[in-house]
């Protein structure tokens, strides 16, 4: 009956070893988007799946401990059912018969599940490596904190990890993909174009200084309206001994009147090298349509909320 629990036991801490070696793997191999996809179809162990990867040092800790206890107890299971068969030199003998089974079964035949399955290896074994987590959380914790204190010492200050998918990510999917024809070569450029925007600088979509048309301090309403006539735009920037002033909004001279002067709005500003998606973002916060570029003290162009939207689109046509 012992020889029997002794194999029972055995074989239940080869599977253990087997989940962990088989989640370290997928997890961390695992695409976010699928997962963050069947969380919102209401798959609650894809959530705990994001949960795990959210925190990788304590992730690994976890998957490390396990796998360590489950070497140990199935090595000892192993050796005591060889000594309950009498069998001379168990430990020699469990080294030589335990260690292929533990590597193919344990280690290879697990790591290549969570290789090729890994997004439904990671939802579908979440809830175990949630458990385990809590259940060794001490040894979690204590493990954890001292791989950080160590990276801190010989790397620098750790990097926190995010849950938001990467640009390279959503890439990812479309090579993935590429040979199943879902999107044509078309789309699957317009997209990575659309993606590609985050790089983008202000710069490359400003109108140089040389091209602003403006109104200055000293021009007359009269001239302030024909010239509005000619080119059409709504916002003009006012310029005063070639400095940029601020702008204004043609609108606002026709609707409120009076001394146009008094009309000029203040003007946003940006470095030349600044994103063009964090420009605007700033843009749409503040309310604004419209900033100057800077090289230091210097202006050398103008954008528009109307310059982005124009990139974006070109971007989508150009696929």
Sequence with gaps: MSIILYVAGCVVFLILQGIFSGAEIAFISSNRIRLQHRLRKGDKRAGKALRLISNPEKFLATTLIGTNISVVVSSSLATLCLISLGVERSNMWTTLLFTPIVVIFAELFPKNIGTYYRER????????????????LPAVIAAEYTSRFFVRIFIGKSKKHSLFVTREEIKSIF?????????DKGE????????DFKETKVKDVMAPFNRIVGFDYTDSYEFILKKASRHKFTRYPVFKNREIKGYIN????????????????????????????????????????????????????????????REIITSIVKG
């Design 188 to 195: 699957k450029e317009a997209i990575e174009d659309i993606l």
């Design 121 to 136: 290896f990671s939802y579908i074994i979440a809830p175990c490596i949630a458990f385990f987590e809590s259940l060794l």
């Design 175 to 183: 090579k993935e993909k590429e040979s199943s024809k879902v999107l």
């Design 250 to 309: 043609i609108f606002d001279i026709f609707y409120k009147g009076g001394e146009w002067l008094k009309l000029i709005r203040p003007i946003m500003k940006f470095g030349e090298s600044q994103k063009l998606y964090e420009v605007f973002t700033a843009l749409r916060e503040k309310q604004e349509s419209i900033a100057l570029v800077m090289r230091g003290r210097k202006v050398i162009g103008l954008v528009t909320i109307e310059d982005i939207i």
